[in-house]
């Protein structure tokens, strides 16, 4: 069995910063991408970025220079760091990852329970 724990969010002035965090745990052989997506009342959910599990990472164009994703592969975890937040940036915020796993043996997406970040004056 395979939980993603998401923690952090909030409530946040504009401009102000926030991180969520990401806790991959259960019988996991390697965890691939991960990725954080949000999705506001009344809209589609959208990739924010992403980071595969050599690094590599991509930002969608309204975040850039503002949000940076990193992961910690020796504790299975992967962060949001969120800056100069805009109101346009209250969603409920996702992450998932793609996790090959030992037993049984399978490779599939999984995503964490949502956290909710408002920002707000």
């Known amino acids: 069995q395979v939980q993603l724990v998401q923690s952090g969010g909030g409530l946040v002035q504009p401009g102000g910063s926030l991180r969520v965090s990401c806790a991959v745990s259960?019988?996991?052989?390697?965890?691939?991408?991960m990725a954080w997506y949000r999705q506001a009342p009344g809209k589609q959910r959208e990739l924010v970025a992403s980071?595969?599990?050599?690094?590599?990472?991509n930002y969608a164009d309204s975040v850039k220079g503002r949000f940076t994703i990193s992961r910690d592969n020796t504790r299975n975890t992967a962060f949001l760091q969120m800056s100069s937040l805009k109101p346009e940036d209250t969603a409920v915020y996702y992450c998932?990852?793609?996790?090959?796993?030992?037993?049984?043996?399978?490779?599939?997406?999984?995503w964490g329970q949502g956290t909710q970040v408002t920002v707000s004056s």
């Open positions: 980071i595969a599990s050599g690094g590599f990472t």
């Open positions: 259960g019988r996991i052989f390697s965890i691939g991408t």
């Open positions: 998932k990852a793609d996790v090959i796993t030992s037993q049984p043996p399978g490779k599939r997406d999984y």
